[in-house]
């Protein structure tokens, strides 16, 4: 069965240092998402990319923040400059092609730690 | 606005009872909801959805979730619960009228005792 896959599993990092989260989605799939989860609390929407730009974003999703998908394969999210309160477990997720009502597949996640 | 609410940070229930865990939510027309589970060390996994039709909803691993629309809620179920159920589970909505974009909720951490 196909999955989402992430690298790597554990990040740690020093404030101030930029960080880069990598996924990849299910090969069919047109639509890319990126989470992030707080420990202890809820799982959050940070943005969502389709045909080459961003779709959707929140507010957590500010400047510091940015995604690519630089080969056919592969989606990021760089993190510039982190900061302590940027710890947290992100998700990447994908859906196929009807996205209304499409579940979504979710990666294994990567714990973020900045110290 | 779309939100929802799962009110029970815990619940734990004793292998082979029947096991509820609960949702609402607020949305401004019909809702399509869905269940994710998580394992640990594991992204969301993809349990179960209502779209529109019937109310009740049968999905992976056993689980079934039943649409109320007068309550607003969407409570997983399971007959029968197995130690392997044991996870956390969360619950999302999202309002076709708007933002595609799904909400989760807190997530509810199931403990099944043998």
């Known amino acids: 069965e196909p999955e989402v896959t992430q690298t790597p599993s554990h990040q740690v990092t020093q404030m101030g240092q930029e960080v880069i989260l990598r996924c990849v989605p299910i090969s069919n799939h047109l639509y890319f998402y990126w989470y992030r989860q707080i420990l202890g609390q809820k799982v959050e929407f940070l943005v969502s990319f389709y045909n080459n730009e961003i779709s959707e974003k929140s507010e957590i999703f500010d400047d510091q923040f940015s995604v690519e998908r630089p080969d056919g394969s592969n989606f990021t999210l760089k993190i510039r400059s982190t900061k302590l309160e940027d710890s947290a477990m992100y998700f990447c997720a994908s859906s196929g092609q009807t996205l209304s009502y499409n579940e979504q597949f979710f990666g294994p996640g990567t714990r973020l730690t900045v110290l | 606005a779309q939100s929802v609410a799962q009110p029970e940070d815990q619940v734990n229930v004793a292998e082979g009872n029947p096991l509820t865990v609960k949702c609402t939510y607020s949305v401004s027309g019909n809702p399509y909801l869905f269940w994710y589970v998580q394992y640990p060390n594991r992204g969301l996994q993809f349990l179960l959805k209502?779209?529109?039709?019937?109310?009740l909803v049968k999905g992976s691993y056993g689980f079934e979730a039943e649409f109320n629309k007068s309550q607003t809620s969407f409570h997983l179920k399971k007959p029968s619960a197995l130690v392997s159920d044991s996870a956390l589970y969360f619950c999302a909505v999202r309002d076709p009228g708007g933002s595609y974009i799904p909400t989760f909720g807190r997530g509810t951490s199931l403990i099944v005792h043998p």
């Open positions: 209502y779209i529109t039709g019937d109310n």
